[in-house]
């Protein structure tokens, strides 16, 4: 049977990244990597043996206007071409006024406060960077002086020892050259941050180096700078998580991830086997929706691409081994653990009982080549054969095998919901910067802000992309659904039903939990988990 084979399992090792095809395509089109559209309509296919074949495949009418229609929904059609800055945020406010919603209200409110910048750091777009930090790297010289009126009177020392200093290094983005956009040349920093878990459970920002090699023109800048050199510090930063975020946790962990994990199902393993109705699920639409935005990438992406990838590990891609590596058990308001493991723990259950029930010892997984394949191949072709990674490369007992189920579903479902709510306000998520990081404190006004963050243009285009990003499909399921009915057993639709009750049960607990807090952590709520990478 032939299937659609992705460009990250390619057969050739050296073009495994270079032609990544990906969602990202059509929102880096206006973002620092420059990302060129494929011609829809014929997608290669490849039967088992390699032996390419064509076909004509089919694709939603009009989708390539799919951004024009984005735009119009959010009323903005006008600036998609103007190559102006921006005059004041007051304009900015006003392409709001269609669009927001109580999380994009907050967050135009509150963007450019410490305890809010913190707080993304846990609850953001990627609570997946910040760790942390016992010892200060070398290359970031950051003193007692520069931060005792953060830490009231405290040392580094004496708060690393308590566990309350913590770090997030962008420094995959080291080297990096920023795109030209609108025929202007565009600017990316690797910060890092230090950040301080306060003892009224605020995670702040205590300190922020914009290049990773420390001199004269690389400042460390502090809460105690003026109010313009601080904000436009964590401008910077935000560039630098939309750029380590759209990349690595959404392109690579989301959809690339995901698409490795689809075909290595769909060559290996029957429908009648039973990991191929627990999965299947969980690949629906996936190879649809990577095909639709392909792309190719430019030398940056293809760098930070490669960076990242080798990066990866199986512990990272494990919620609870992730936790414990980063030393975040105990942060308080950390809502994306604390609901993570619990979406991790109900997943887990349901995949032992349900994979228990046709292994029922070690011996009966082990002779099963098929499923023996398919980790193979997942070692293999999507992860590159690096023993490092910590992917096994064959499953040995029953519970290595739960494991690495439960990570494939928690990876495949879609968490990547909140793109808008979190970037709609622009100057919290920028895109793109226009003006090189300051190489000396003193000189930043407000219009230098301005003339820095992207142009109006750059701004809407980018609105439109996350609004996409973030819609629900026509026919979208959550997690826990199963539409197919793939099951016909009685153990499995028992199991299943357990499955869904859990969830429903954590849904109350988080809506009950939300109704305390002032800024609603929504995100891993299983009702607005997709149970599938479909947009």
């Not at 459970?201 to 990773?212: C, D, F, K, S, V």
């Not at 698409?259 to 999965?279: C, D, I, S």
């Not at 519970?399 to 494939?408: G, H």
Request: charged share 20%; proline share 7%; glycine share 6%.
């Amino acid at each position: 049977m032939a299937i659609i084979l992705p460009l990250i399992t390619a057969f050739n090792a050296s073009q495994r990244i270079g032609g990544v095809t990906s969602s990202l395509s059509l929102l880096s089109k206006y973002n620092w990597i420059s990302l060129f559209n494929l011609p829809l309509g014929k997608i290669p296919l490849f039967n088992p043996e390699g032996e390419a074949l064509t076909c004509n495949t089919c694709f939603p009418p009009g989708f390539e206007c799919v951004l024009p229609r984005s735009l119009a929904a959010l009323k903005l059609t006008g600036l998609a071409d103007s190559r102006r800055s921006w005059e004041s945020m007051s304009q900015l406010e006003v392409i709001l006024c269609e669009n927001r919603g109580k999380t994009i209200e907050y967050i135009q409110e509150h963007w450019d406060e410490d305890e809010f910048f913190g707080y993304q750091f846990l609850n953001g777009l990627n609570p997946m960077m910040i760790q942390r930090c016992s010892k200060l790297p070398e290359n970031f010289p950051v003193t007692d002086d520069m931060v005792k009126d953060s830490l009231r009177g405290s040392s580094l020392k004496q708060e690393m020892k308590k566990g309350n200093i913590f770090l997030s290094d962008y420094k995959m983005l080291d080297g990096l050259v920023g795109n030209v956009v609108n025929d202007r040349q565009q600017y990316l920093t690797a910060p890092l941050v230090l950040l301080y878990s306060n003892p009224h459970g605020m995670m702040l920002p205590i300190a922020i180096q914009l290049r990773q090699k420390p001199s004269k023109e690389n400042p460390i800048f502090l809460p105690t700078d003026s109010k313009a050199d601080w904000k436009l510090a964590k401008i910077f930063v935000r560039n630098a998580e939309f750029a380590v975020h759209e990349v690595d946790f959404h392109l690579l962990r989301t959809h690339l991830l995901a698409e490795v994990f689809t075909v290595a199902t769909l060559r290996n393993l029957p429908p009648p086997h039973p990991l191929y109705k627990l999965l299947f699920p969980h690949i629906r639409y996936t190879l649809q929706i990577n095909i639709m935005y392909a792309g190719v990438g430019g030398e940056s992406l293809a760098t930070l691409l490669k960076r990242a990838t080798a990066s990866l590990t199986y512990s990272a891609l494990c919620l609870p081994d992730n936790i414990s590596e980063r030393g975040l058990e105990n942060v308080p308001h950390y809502y994306y653990r604390d609901d993570g493991m619990k979406l991790w723990n109900i997943i887990n259950k349901f995949v032992a009982a349900f994979l228990s029930h046709y292994y029922q010892c070690d011996a009966h997984m082990q002779k099963d080549t098929e499923l023996q394949q398919w980790i193979s191949e997942i070692f293999t072709n999507g992860f590159l054969g690096r023993d490092g990674s910590g992917i096994p490369s064959s499953l040995q007992t029953v519970t290595e095998l739960v494991k690495f189920v439960t990570m494939v579903i928690f990876t495949a479902s879609d968490l990547n919901n909140g793109q808008f709510d979190f970037g709609g306000w622009m100057p919290n998520y920028p895109s793109a910067l226009r003006k090189p990081p300051p190489k000396e404190k003193g000189q930043t006004t407000e219009d230098t802000i301005l003339e820095t963050l992207p142009d109006v243009s750059t701004t809407v285009n980018i609105m439109a992309v996350l609004r996409l990003l973030t819609q629900d499909s026509a026919d979208q399921y959550p997690l826990g659904h199963f539409p197919e009915n793939l099951h016909d057993e009685e153990v499995p639709c028992k199991l299943i039903e357990e499955f869904q009750k859990d969830l429903r049960k954590l849904s109350d607990l988080i809506e009950e939990r939300n109704k305390n807090l002032e800024l609603p952590y929504t995100y891993l709520n299983p009702k607005n988990v997709d149970n599938s990478v479909a947009i």
